[in-house]
């Protein structure tokens, strides 16, 4: 049974920092792709960021290069989005997701991601 369970979410002022956290259960996050995604009020959900089965990053959105970026930590099966110089703009609902059919050339279709957290909200103020 594979689960995402994000944390992390919070207010915060413009310029800020937030880390959120993706803990996963039931495989080995290291082996597929994994990938953080955002849907602010009234918005279609989009990618934030996505890395490969060997951790490496295979997609940034320009709103956000520069500013998050992804880290884990395979002994707690944890992937985390760490985000710095926070916007207004970046207010809205974060999930992490699990495309569990590949390792590599990762998509960032929403519907190939078959595991999905719960969402953890992100409001800059």
């Known amino acids: 049974h594979v689960q995402l369970v994000e944390s992390g979410g919070g207010s915060v002022q413009a310029g800020g920092s937030l880390r959120l956290s993706c803990r996963i259960s039931?495989?080995?996050?290291?082996?597929?792709?994994m990938g953080w995604f955002r849907q602010a009020p009234g918005k279609g959900r989009k990618a934030v960021i996505v890395?490969?089965?060997?951790?490496?990053?295979?997609y940034v959105a320009d709103s956000a290069k520069g500013r998050f970026t992804v880290s884990r930590d395979d002994a707690k099966n944890t992937v985390y989005l760490e985000m710095t110089s926070l916007k207004p703009e970046d207010t809205a609902m974060y999930y992490c997701?699990?495309?569990?059919?590949?390792?590599?050339?990762?998509?960032?279709?929403?519907?190939?991601?078959?595991?999905w957290g719960q969402g953890t909200q992100v409001t800059v103020s």
């Open positions: 997701a699990a495309d569990h059919s590949r390792p590599a050339s990762c998509s960032l279709r929403l519907d190939l991601y078959d595991y």
């Open positions: 039931g495989y080995y996050l290291s082996r597929y792709c």
């Open positions: 890395t490969d089965g060997d951790n490496t990053t295979t």
